[in-house]
């Protein structure tokens, strides 16, 4: 299974280099893989699958769009 991996902002420099077919697991969720990219999830402020915002514990299915975001700020 694969999914496509969008990492934001901070982020950018986690992102793998095979970001748009990121192999996956079946049972494995959003925390899983940010685990393994070495994003830490207390750093992570919005997380969406396909357009829709989610929670850490949702199972990845194939062909699943993530993008993961940090807290950014601006002035």
Do not use: H, Q, W
Not at 19 to 35: F, K, M, N, Q, R
Not at 47 to 74: H, Q, T
Request: negative net charge; contains cysteine.
């Amino acid at each position: 299974m694969k999914i496509t991996l969008l990492c934001y902002a901070t982020f950018a420099v986690k992102s793998p280099e095979n970001s748009d077919a990121y192999p996956i697991s079946e049972g494995e969720t959003v925390t899983d893989v940010l685990e393994r990219v070495g994003i830490p999830i207390e750093e992570v402020k919005i997380v969406f699958i396909n357009g829709v915002s989610s929670e850490f514990d949702v199972e990845l299915k194939d062909g699943d769009r993530v993008g993961v975001f940090p807290a950014v700020g601006g002035g």
